[in-house]
């Protein structure tokens, strides 16, 4: 197993350095925006945070780098202020990365290390190495290197149909590691419904835009028509009309609307708006990892987009947060959640009880949605 979580450490770092590695020279704090992290300072947070819990918190040493947490910690950071920070250079925080990469690899060597704490770290770097991919589309940088091809063709058509009943929503304790705010397994009743086999594509939300989708308030939620109008939003992210139909940028290039890729980039409001049109409506977190788990509905067999749910993201019965207790708790109650995972998330972090959360104004990650019947 150590030569499992080695490899896992290794490849993690990788991707993060060959992020680094690729920066835009006018790129190292790049804009600030609310729905970003300055990349300079991304970096250093994903070293200290694989060195806070593996090589300090499970084994007592002192920090590699003094200061560091009044840098890095980004429970006590403001995100404002990341950008004022006495940041160190590029080659200091890669030498950073390297640093605690080794000392984490030494540790699993010799069989030292908190297996719970290297895959916390590792998932904890595969999200950020996501979030600083998408992050670069939105502010229209290159793809980043490495960065897998979304999966091409259409999806399966139609629907599946699930018979409800009693379905036990959550990670059970002999499912390995898990997040928190997946445990634990507990029991919901779904009444049988109808879920379609692939997402929402981009010829088919286009119909929803030609048909004057955003225009009419009555296919929105109140909170959706506050969000419309104050964004002035016509269209899905990173959309534009042309004389030969839609096109999307793709990082820093425009590409023309592909019918069959799986919208993305649209939030839980213009999901939610959609659905109205087509009298439809979002699953709910339950009947996505129900549908996930059944044979005639592997909804997770092709990673494209996230999906949103209609599940605002809440604790499950008898919740307790773990020792990283930063991750779920400030966050329920705000969020809605999103299951699945996107092209560009490493598969290693995923399984059919992982909840990813956002809150339902965020169109910056690759999300789109999957609709059920009405």
């Known amino acids: 197993m150590d030569r499992i979580l080695s490899a896992w450490v290794r490849d993690a770092r990788a991707q993060t350095l060959g992020l680094a590695a690729s920066l835009p020279a006018d790129g190292l704090l790049g804009p600030r925006l609310a729905i970003v992290n300055p990349p300079l300072w991304e970096l250093g947070h994903v070293a200290w945070f694989q060195e806070r819990w593996v090589l300090r918190h499970a084994t007592g040493r002192p920090p590699l780098r ?32 390297r640093e605690v990469e080794a000392g984490v690899l030494a540790l699993l060597e010799r069989g030292e290390a908190d297996p719970y704490f290297v895959r916390l770290s590792v998932f904890h770097e595969d999200m950020h190495w996501e979030a600083m991919a998408f992050s670069r589309q939105t502010l229209g940088w290159p793809a980043p290197p490495g960065l897998p091809a979304a999966a091409a063709g259409a999806g399966p058509e139609g ?29 919901v009743e779904l009444r049988p419904f109808r879920i379609a086999r692939a997402p929402v594509t981009e010829a088919r939300f286009a119909e929803f835009v030609d048909d004057g989708g955003y225009r009419r308030s009555a296919l929105w939620s ?20 042309g004389a030969g139909g839609w096109t999307r940028r793709e990082f820093d290039r425009r590409v023309p609307l592909q019918a069959d890729r799986p919208v993305a980039h649209v939030c839980a409001h213009e999901a939610d708006a959609f659905c109205r049109w087509a009298g439809r409506r979002l699953p709910s977190e339950a009947e996505w990892e129900a549908a996930a788990a059944a044979e005639s509905a592997p909804l997770g067999a092709v990673q494209r987009v996230w999906e949103w749910t209609a599940s605002e993201f809440l604790p499950y019965p008898g919740f307790v947060a773990d020792p990283y207790r930063e991750y779920s708790q400030p966050w329920f109650g705000t969020h809605r959640v999103l299951r699945g995972g996107s092209f560009a998330t490493p598969p290693r972090l995923l399984r059919p009880t992982f909840r990813n959360f956002y809150t339902p104004d965020r169109r910056d990650p690759w999300a789109g949605f999957r609709t059920c019947a009405a």
């Not at 109140?222 to 534009?240: D, K, L, S």
Request: no cysteine.
């Open 222 to 241: 109140a909170a959706g028509w506050r969000w419309r109008e104050a964004q002035g939003a016509e269209h899905p992210a990173y959309w534009e009309p």
């Open 159 to 187: 629907d599946a149909a699930l018979p409800g009943g009693t379905f036990r929503l959550g990670a059970a304790p002999g499912d390995g590691f898990v997040f928190d705010n997946e445990k634990w397994a507990h029991p």
């Open 66 to 97: 003094a200061g560091a947490d009044a840098l890095y910690d980004s429970t006590a950071i403001p995100h404002d202020v990341r950008w004022d920070l006495p940041l160190p250079s590029l080659e200091e925080t890669i030498g950073y990365l």
